[in-house]
């Protein structure tokens, strides 16, 4: 159950004691039989609350979940650097209410200095020197913190550990961006993630983030010429594109059981288009599989990242309202289908992506924004994310558009 649904079921629980609560009448008057009573009732609330959150790790800080999460993407630099109070104020300012924070980045290290002795050490750099003083900074103005994690997509442990990667010519494999991945198939990994996730939640952060919870792009073409190994999924009777997607399924159900003591929610980002497909064959992401065992998904539905022709759009970054409306339409009836699905909360484009333009790139500025959040309201979608990668967000946009 997510922060949101026991939220929910909090408020349950106080309306139904309320209706219980036995009351007398003075004309107009209505009044609990006695104080007494009253505080009882409150006891009873209390331990219904607490039931819930028993034998999980209180980090100290309180965060009450928003009406909806409207966040923005944080790097580990501007979380620890002096762009960070400038991105405080415009939460501060405006309808957004929420902060993604680089907790371990795109090349594998982490983005603090864990305690002395961590395992982790080696791979920590000193971008946030103070989590402390940045968790009560977030605190203080109610900012709801999510730690993002890059999972599969680690450099930094595929060259510690070639092991447990993917070689070619008995040299750790990269991609055509300089990028190495580690392996889904491997228990070890999921352990090594799934660790730092749990530093994080005793940071106090209410919510871990996995992303790259997937095997290489193409990872299809390059199957039967990379060394590695398919650890415990190699003599399953399942061709290699299905042993794939039971890694990374798998995965997600791990880290959601291990924790389930933090009291954290845990959510996936995922390409928006493999809800619109049975499953990717490379990547081996499942869409209703993955989102059967989260409390969050929050699908990458930038209209720069889907191609010419995608739901009939011509070019579909040129056209953000559609293409958001026209996948939102996609998702809905997937998780509709599923018996608990998770809360949608997909990642927005606020960048431009002038490598799909020959001439003048396409502009995203406040009507291109406004255009793909007025397409999730409608379609009933509340939550949503923004992506910016220098963390460079456009002004004036309202984030409550047609609300």
């Known amino acids: 159950m997510g922060k949101r649904q026991r939220k929910i079921c909090t408020y349950m629980i106080i309306l139904l004691f309320g209706m219980l609560l036995p009351i007398t009448s003075h004309g107009d008057e209505v009044e609990v039989v006695s104080e007494h009573g009253e505080r009882q009732t409150n006891i009873k609330l209390l331990d219904a609350e607490q039931s819930m959150k028993r034998f999980t790790f209180d980090s100290g800080y309180d965060f009450e979940y928003?009406?909806?999460?409207?966040g923005i993407y944080v790097t580990g630099n501007s979380a620890g650097g002096s762009r960070f109070e400038s991105l405080v104020g415009l939460v501060d300012r405006t309808a957004l209410n929420a902060m993604v924070i680089d907790i371990k980045e795109d090349h594998g290290n982490l983005t603090f200095k864990p305690e002395e002795g961590s395992p982790f050490a080696d791979i920590a750099m000193n971008y946030i020197s103070d989590p402390e003083a940045m968790m009560k900074i977030l605190e203080e103005k109610q900012i709801y913190p999510i730690a993002r994690i890059v999972v599969f997509k680690d450099s930094v442990l595929a060259k510690k550990r070639p092991d447990l990667s993917f070689t070619e010519n008995g040299k750790v494999w990269v991609n055509n961006r300089g990028e190495a991945f580690v392996n889904p198939f491997e228990q070890e990994v999921w352990e090594y993630n799934v660790e730092i996730a749990k530093m994080a939640a005793k940071m106090g952060f209410e919510e871990v983030q996995f992303d790259y919870v997937r095997f290489p792009e193409g990872f299809e073409k390059k199957d039967g010429e990379l060394q590695y190994s398919q650890g415990e999924y190699a003599d399953v009777n399942l061709t290699n594109v299905k042993k794939r997607v039971e890694a990374v399924s798998n995965f997600v159900a791990f880290a959601k059981e291990e924790l389930k003591n933090y009291d954290v929610d845990v959510s996936v980002d995922i390409f928006g288009y493999a809800a619109t497909i049975e499953e990717a064959p490379g990547i081996g992401q499942n869409f209703s599989r993955i989102a059967e065992n989260v409390d969050v998904i929050s699908s990458m539905i930038y209209p720069s990242h889907w191609t010419t022709g995608y739901f009939g759009l011509g070019l579909p970054?040129?056209?953000?309202?559609?293409?958001?409306?026209?996948?939102?339409?996609?998702?809905?009836?997937?998780?509709?289908?599923?018996?608990?699905?998770?809360?949608?909360?997909?990642?927005?484009?606020?960048?431009?992506?002038?490598?799909?333009?020959?001439?003048?790139?396409?502009?995203?500025?406040?009507?291109?924004?406004?255009?793909?959040?007025?397409?999730?309201?409608?379609?009933?979608?509340?939550?949503?994310?923004l992506w910016n990668a220098g963390n460079k967000y456009t002004e004036n946009v309202d984030y409550l558009i047609g609300k």
């Open 66 to 70: 928003p009406d909806a999460v409207r």
């Open 317 to 385: 970054d040129e056209e953000p309202y559609r293409l958001v409306k026209e996948y939102s339409n996609v998702e809905n009836e997937v998780l509709g289908a599923l018996e608990i699905p998770p809360v949608s909360r997909p990642w927005l484009q606020d960048f431009e992506a002038p490598w799909l333009y020959s001439g003048a790139t396409k502009q995203y500025g406040k009507a291109e924004v406004e255009a793909q959040i007025k397409a999730l309201y409608e379609s009933g979608i509340d939550e949503f994310l």
